[in-house]
């Protein structure tokens, strides 16, 4: 069955950053867009960023735009989000899909000094 395992999450002050990666399991991950989600508490779940299949095309929510970088390795069934520039409006729950169906359980970003 479909699996989405995402890790990387963590505490980490104003300024810095973080990666997040998600390893993808029982289907041909490269013919899917992936998409990270994010849902912070009393917030309804926010799409933050997308990658085509290729990764040719992406696609961010304008609060990261210039801040956050989605990326894709096909041949490791992994998508990434490299998020730099963290703000504490960023703390949230964030959350692999891939489009179609199929979440992850996600994983906690918190930033807080």
């Known amino acids: 069955q479909v699996q989405l395992v995402e890790s990387g999450g963590g505490l980490v002050q104003p300024g810095g950053s973080l990666r997040l990666s998600c390893v993808a399991s029982?289907?041909?991950?490269?013919?899917?867009?992936m998409n990270w989600y994010r849902q912070a508490p009393g917030k309804e779940r926010e799409l933050v960023a997308s990658?085509?299949?290729?990764?040719?095309?992406?696609n961010y929510v304008n609060s990261v735009k210039g801040r956050f970088t989605i990326s894709r390795d096909n041949a490791k069934n992994t998508v990434y989000l490299q998020m730099n520039s963290l703000k504490p409006e960023d703390t949230a729950v964030y959350i692999c899909?891939?489009?179609?169906?199929?979440w992850g359980q996600g994983t906690q970003v918190t930033v807080s000094s």
């Open positions: 029982g289907f041909t991950f490269s013919s899917y867009t």
């Open positions: 899909k891939k489009s179609g169906g199929s």
């Open positions: 990658i085509s299949p290729t990764g040719g095309n992406t």
